[in-house]
């Protein structure tokens, strides 16, 4: 089982930026691909960006490219989402979420690829 906890959200104006965290423990020996979604009210969860294990592949929404960063630093079992030029349309609860990986390399952009999720963080941008 991995736990994840997510920080770092808040209230920004536009334009602004904001770094996300999400810490894991638990059974972290595993090779985990880890991701980020978001979920703005009245909406589905949606993609924003994901990671792999190795952190030599990323794969962004196009509605991060561009403005948003993923890193990991897999000695801290903590991923990050550095996040950039902040728009209102950004605002919602990120959640970050983990998967036992195929590979080192390999990282996953659907929802259902994803066995463990954080609590979320709110981000709010105003305009």
């Known amino acids: 089982q991995v736990r994840l906890v997510e920080s770092g959200g808040g209230l920004v104006q536009a334009g602004g930026s904001l770094r996300l965290s999400c810490a894991a423990s638990?059974?972290?020996?595993?090779?985990?691909?880890m991701g980020w979604f978001r979920q703005a009210p009245g909406k589905e969860r949606e993609f924003v960006a994901t990671?792999?294990?190795?952190?030599?592949?990323?794969a962004y929404a196009d509605s991060a490219k561009g403005r948003f960063t993923i890193s990991r630093e897999n000695a801290k079992n903590t991923v990050y989402l550095q996040m950039n030029s902040l728009k209102p349309e950004d605002t919602g609860v990120y959640y970050c979420?983990?998967?036992?990986?195929?590979?080192?390399?390999?990282?996953?952009?659907?929802?259902?690829?994803?066995?463990?999720w954080g609590q979320g963080t709110q981000v709010t941008v105003s305009a």
């Open positions: 638990g059974r972290t020996a595993s090779r985990y691909a």
């Open positions: 979420a983990a998967t036992v990986a195929r590979s080192g390399t390999a990282y996953y952009t659907g929802l259902n690829g994803y066995d463990y």
């Open positions: 990671i792999s294990w190795s952190a030599s592949n990323t």
